[in-house]
């Protein structure tokens, strides 16, 4: 079937509240709105307002609430409004929510999904175009997870909430509207932390996750007409991370470009950089590089085109690399 990103993921939240009766929703203009992307559109009509809730503005309030739901048996599913907003949560998830197994030597779980549109290219306002991703891979008891296509939206939906781990999915919000063919009743082909190579090739591999996994492929297609092959790795989970896969691709190709829309700064890119360095460096060619927003603030609007990864700064990174 022939689906958007958006409506991927609304198929893949109706049939977890379906499947289980203690899925609920908690999000702001989740309800009657359906949220500001529709994501959850008309399930409120269909399950009812104790299911899906409409809370007040307060993102702490809604991780709280949400955290002690799932300790009381609960599988919420929250929607932060957009990854700008996640701050004032920040305490409830790593202090409270990534803890509380830890904490209780696994003698609680929190089967909690916060589900977050993050990144940029859909000419937002301030505080409304951010990836704040590396703050969470960065904390212990917390799975990072970010889908790239509406097939593996809706799957690693699904999967995220059937886990009973906490889970933060970061949607990219400029896909929402791109559309594939989805078998709904098919069985997930890969566990949620698994990587996967999206296009074959023997030059340099390129890794990106999120909104960055169609401009990596953009730009794959624009160098095999150079004559170059890039092989695509999407990584789906940042945390955990599939080094093995990736390894496996660097070791075929020699060379490395990581691509992610935060800045290069600290980014997912540096610990993937990292490992990979340990991992493959008697098969490097070259050095590991990085394609990235620039560390500032996000700016605004009309000049993001000049911030986000494009394919020409993606070729770039690959000349340099394949010229080392």
């Known amino acids: ?44 009509k269909d399950f009812g307002d104790n299911r899906v809730i409409d809370t007040p503005l307060a993102e702490s309030g809604i991780i709280g609430t949400a955290f002690g739901m799932a300790l009381r048996g609960y599988r919420p599913v929250c929607e932060i409004q957009f990854d700008g907003f996640v701050y004032p949560a920040f305490d409830q998830i790593v202090s409270q929510v990534a803890k509380i197994h830890y904490r209780t030597g696994g003698k609680v779980r929190a089967p909690l999904t916060i589900r977050i549109p993050f990144g940029g290219g859909i000419g937002a306002v301030e505080h409304h175009s951010e990836s704040p991703e590396a703050y969470f891979a960065h904390t212990a008891g917390l799975r990072v997870v970010s889908p790239s296509t509406p097939a593996d939206a809706y799957a690693m939906l699904r999967q995220a909430i059937a886990l009973d781990d906490p889970v933060i999915f970061f949607e990219p919000k400029r896909r929402y509207w791109d559309k594939a063919d989805v078998d709904f009743d098919a069985a997930p082909d890969l566990p949620l932390h698994r990587a996967r190579v999206v296009r074959a090739g023997a030059d340099v591999t390129v890794a990106a996750y999120g ?24 990584l789906r989970s940042l945390s955990p991370l599939d080094t093995d896969t990736l390894a496996e691709s660097v070791t075929k190709t020699g060379r490395l470009v990581i691509v992610h829309e935060a800045p290069v700064f600290a980014g997912l890119g540096a610990e993937i950089a990292a490992r990979i360095t340990e991992r493959c460096f008697y098969q490097l060619e070259a050095p590991v590089l990085r394609v990235g927003g620039y560390d500032i ?5 009309k000049l993001e085109k000049h911030h986000l990864p494009d394919p020409d700064r993606i070729l770039a990174a690959v000349d340099r690399s394949l010229a080392a």
């Open 211 to 234: 909104g960055t996994v169609a401009t990596a492929l953009a730009a794959a297609k624009i160098a095999a007409e150079e004559g170059h092959s890039l092989e695509v790795v999407d």
């Open 297 to 301: 603030p996000y700016p605004p609007a």
């Open 1 to 44: 079937m022939i689906t958007t990103f958006a409506a991927a993921l609304n198929t893949g939240l109706r049939r977890a509240m379906d499947d289980d009766a203690k899925v609920v929703l908690l999000g702001e203009d989740i309800g009657k709105l359906g949220g500001v992307f529709r994501v959850t559109d008309t399930l409120q």
